[in-house]
């Protein structure tokens, strides 16, 4: 961003930042790579490290919620079997816990049943859903809540506790259409703070022209981010990919025609001394 120019007043607003226009060859050097506007269903998802076991207070989960959530479980499971409703026997339940930031909690993860995805450590992948366990707010130097879910077992053999890294959890129930665009799109401005989910993309404009355009950031999947922008963009106007390698590229073109052009200078310097050398 800092190698962008000066720019005049455009109907995109102030964001703080310049209009960055590239002449062609940097425009090629750059390759910029661009995205339609449009709309998408995103679903809310979030990667998580998440504790799995079969007891609810070792989780730090609340004991009535979790055996609440537990029973919900097994009514499920039975009513999805013929005849299940006669089962005596209850089948296992696990209890998964994990820790997300307060505003994911309230807004991206907000539903009934949730959905996770996780591979125990030299185990297949399991994906299942459950009823959330109330979440509880924790003080862990910074604003977090602990969500908690109750899901079927299965084939998930668990001894006390067990962590498991890189889960995902999902509200598949949360699906919508959103104007989103692939995650490496969008870049956080370097004086904010790390809670405001805001952020700057670069809106493809004219023949080679790049305006910064501020985005609030919604739902945030794997691959793409829900934005939301401070000005309505037109159905022709394209998105930037991949801005950490915009800066760079553009960077790394200047640098080497300023080397180019120290070269040239050099040399031009050595044959002026030569003719110098001559006529004397």
Same mark, same amino acid.
């Given at each position: ?37 449009r709309? *998408? ?21 609340d004991?009535?919620? $979790?055996?609440?959530? $537990?029973r919900?479980?097994?009514?499920? *499971? ?23 930031p ?14 996770l995805?996780?591979?125990?450590? *030299? ?10 366990? $109330? ?26 506790? *067990?962590?498991?890294?890189g ?21 956080r401005?370097p ?27 919604g739902?945030?999947g794997?691959e ?28 790394l ?13 050099r ?11 001559r006529?004397?």
């Amino acid at each position: 961003m800092a190698l962008m120019k000066p720019a005049a007043k455009s109907r995109l607003g102030d964001t703080g930042l310049p209009r960055l226009e590239l002449s062609e060859a940097e425009w090629k050097a750059a390759g910029i790579r661009t995205t339609k506007r449009r709309t *998408m269903t995103v679903t809310p998802e979030i990667t998580v490290d998440v504790w799995i076991g079969h007891d609810a207070v070792a989780l730090k989960l609340d004991a009535d919620f $979790a055996a609440s959530a $537990a029973r919900r479980v097994v009514e499920a *499971m039975a009513a999805a079997e013929p005849g299940g409703e006669g089962n005596a026997s209850s089948p296992p339940v696990l209890f998964a816990s994990c820790l997300l930031p307060s505003g994911v909690a309230e807004t991206v993860m907000s539903g009934d049943w949730l959905e996770l995805a996780f591979t125990p450590a *030299m185990g297949e992948r399991h994906r299942e859903r459950g009823p959330v366990v $109330a979440a509880r707010c924790e003080i862990d130097g910074e604003r977090r809540v602990r969500l908690g879910l109750a899901l079927q077992a299965g084939a998930v053999c668990v001894e006390g506790t *067990m962590k498991v890294h890189g889960a995902v959890l999902a509200n598949p129930n949360g699906a919508r259409e959103v104007l989103a665009v692939p995650r490496s799109c969008v870049r956080r401005l370097p004086d904010q703070a790390a809670d405001r989910p805001e952020g700057v993309i670069l809106v493809h404009v004219g023949e080679r022209a790049l305006a910064p355009v501020r985005v609030r950031l919604g739902l945030v999947g794997r691959e793409v981010v829900e934005i939301e922008t401070a000005v309505p963009l037109r159905a022709e106007e394209a998105i930037v990919y991949d801005l950490g390698g915009l800066d760079d590229a553009v960077f790394l073109f200047r640098a080497g025609q300023k080397q180019a052009a120290g070269a040239a200078d050099r040399l031009r310097y050595r044959a002026n001394l030569k003719r110098a050398d001559r006529r004397q």
